[in-house]
């Protein structure tokens, strides 16, 4: 990366005290982004999500956030006042979750949902938000924009649904969009055509992406960078093109245990999950 | 030696850790666990707590009553009537003399009596209609449901007073007359789990294993039913000791000499303004054992709600 | 082994109704694991749920193990046959001890000797003894799932049927749990219906397969097919691309969605 990173985490711990003892879900994640695709992969519990919801303050109830550095372009994001958050979340980083059935409103139409989404940010007129809601339609290629804008959300497929979050969060033209697995419940096909609108939102719009999820593969066929956790610490960061060298044994192990449509061996390589993995480095 | 009196010879850290250990040996100690973790969550709510002491007590009070009155709260005494509150007759005495604290501990046999035996009948009779008309829909479910819908609809006292006209006025006539007004609510609970539970996947394995509907209902349906209906059950309570009251307070319930607590308001109103703790202090034992078992519900509530967690 | 003979299933009556599948052949041999790969909405996993006897609304003729199936099923069906489901927490009663669990499919076809036909189950699927009296929210996704296999198998069915019996698990525990499935496979002689919208998974476990779009058939292919990339269908053509990870360029062929 040549530029300075428009986001800088450093050393970030996130714990929740329990009865039982602190979880320590997050434990020392350090990482620069750039204008581009970085993934988070990992399995359950090794604390992608975690990571996500730290950066947007969205940590819950007794969640506990720690970080040497956690800068978004010169802003600190640690000691952030709860109004600066406020504007910079879903103005100028965005998140995008799995199941665009919670995250939409049921009772109000798409059209609306997306022109609040709109008249939060920015004070316009209605006429001028419903105008700039159709433009976010038709630039995550719905066919009819028209149609879609007087639907409920239950009306819509699910593909069609996180098209709609993702029009959503487009419009604010935010600098960072954090997308958490969103494409987990949909088909494969449809996965496609989400991840492909995504990728020209970055391309086109210069916005950088973090993009979380357990699919190694789709992970590095789709971002720029990748890195891997395991246990809430960083286990290897490359090169999506790269990965197939990967050096950390946990992620060898991953890539060895996947199934694959052309190999077809007896058995799948089975994780050998090495305890020094989850000590911290 | 077996599981059960491994435990019992278990005493301080020993039972402690059999009661929290990660493999339980038996289903026994699995059992057990479940209740103690909580019984740990449950034991967290002062509010709870404070219900479950005034239960307890009144447990307590009912079991121990012959020791600790001096007489039976039945015998008239009328050299002695309506003396207030002394060292002798803590509660003062009634109309015709009688200790009023030795016919409230006895009384409190008699609200058990109702409550235990009312919840005895309801429970079943909600959980085994309520289970079957959500579990099997369609013309079952319907039929069920309008029975349900005709009990429901009557308000609880006047069906009771109409009852008791028919079957005339006794205790039992009464803990039945409650019963059958009560059991509709329980009903809709149990059938509104069912309708959830029905469609799961532990029951369609069930299903594949070639269990009968019956075995379904009883061992996959019920134990996850049971729970709501016991926290309606509490928290009903005081709903059904005040109409027991009720019908006691119209001659309807128990018969004199009867210490029924509701009753004794009953007999005692005429002498509210001069001798205030004849009619009182029964009011005032109602009042705490209805509060002491909506905080008692309210705390089973919380433990047993999915939504808390396990 | 199993023969589907223009199955059709449909939800609801009348106006309201939907068909869900639709005009449905197929054929298995003993011994074979056959897939049915489909994305949602193809009626995939309603197909082994008809199978099975779990739903109504069946039409068409199905035979398995010489028996035609008739609207209930038989004993002799329910000792022969049995499934593992996607959902591992939600396949196991959650008031259920693993003993439990295991106990009742054992007790409803009247086997002697339970607790050792448990222990020997827990054994088979890499489970110990400790196991036997936990319940399901005390154990791991990738236990419960075994633990699910588990009481399929302890009254030794000849069939299987494996609804998505992967798709809820970390992709470390999957592979143990696909190698667990094949080993009892090989062990046992057991036929496999396998229900998948990961291709890799079908390609990994299957013999033959059917793909299935909006309830009907697209295409029947043996497992080489899928392999070397050579279907005949479009359909499967497009659903093999889109496995194989994000292309840009190939998204634009894809078919798009209303």
Known sequence: MNETPILSIEDLHVTFPTPKGDVRAVRGVSFDLGREKLGIVGESGSGKSQTGRAILGLIAGRGIVHAKRMEFDGIDLRNASAQTLRAIRGNRISMIMQDPKYSLNPVITVGRQIEEAYLVHTRAAKAEARERAMEMLKAVRIRNPERVYDAYPHEVSGGMGQRIMIAMMMIPEPDIIIADEPTSALDVTVQMQVLAILDDMVTQRGMALIFISHDLNLVASFCDRVLIMYAGQVMEVREARDLHNAEHPYTRGLLECLPRIDAHGESLAVLQRDPAWADLQ | MNERSAAVSMHGVGLRDWLLSNAPHSGFQARCQRFYLAWLIFRRNPIAMIGLVITLGLVLVAIFAPWITSTNGLQPELMNRLQPGSSEHWFGTDELGRDIFDRIVWGSRITLYIVGLVGMIVVPIGLVVGTVAGYMGGYVDNVLMRITDIFLAFPRLILALALMAALGPSLENAVLAIAVTTWSPYARIARAEALTIRNSEFIMAAQMQGASTAGILYRHVMPLCISSVIVRLTLDMAGIILTAAGLGFLGLGAQPPTPEWGAMISTGRQFLLDQWWVPTVPGIAIFVVSLGFNLLGDGLRDVLDPKSGE | ?258
Do not use: W
């Not at chain 3, 593992?84 to 000797?113: C, K, W, Y």
């Not at chain 3, 019996?165 to 525990?173: E, G, K, R």
């Open chain 3, 1 to 258: 082994m199993i023969s589907v003979q223009g199955l059709g299933v449909t939800f609801g009556h009348g106006s309201s109704g939907f068909q869900a599948v639709a005009d449905l052949s197929f054929e298995v041999e003993r011994g074979e694991s056959f897939g049915l790969v489909g994305e949602s909405g193809s009626g995939k996993t309603t197909v082994l749920r008809a199978i099975a006897g779990l739903i109504p609304g069946v039409s068409g003729r199905l035979t398995v193990a010489g028996e035609t199936l008739g609207p209930k099923r038989s004993k002799r069906f329910r000792h022969l046959v049995q499934m593992v489901f996607q959902d591992p927490f939600g396949s196991l009663h959650p008031r259920h001890t693993v003993d439990q669990i295991l106990s009742e499919p054992a007790r409803i076809h009247r086997m002697n000797d339970i607790k050792n036909r448990v222990l020997r189950a827990l054994e088979e699927v890499g489970l110990d003894s400790s196991f036997r009296f936990r319940y399901p929210h005390q154990v791991s996704g990738g236990q419960r799932q075994r633990i699910a296999v588990a009481r399929a198998l302890i009254i030794e069915p000849e069939i299987v049927l494996l609804d998505e019996p992967t798709s809820a698990l970390d992709v470390s525990v999957q592979a143990e749990v696909l190698n667990l499935l094949n080993h009892m496979k090989r062990e046992r002689g057991l036929t496999y219906m396998l229900v998948s919208h990961d291709l890799a998974v079908v390609s990994h476990m299957c013999d033959r397969l059917v793909v299935m779009q909006h309830g009907r058939l697209v295409e029947t292919l043996a497992i080489e097919q899928l392999r070397n990339f050579t279907p005949a269908h479009p359909y499967t053509s497009q659903l093999l691309r889109a496995s194989e990870g994000y292309d840009r360029a190939a998204v634009e062929t894809l078919e798009d969605d209303l």
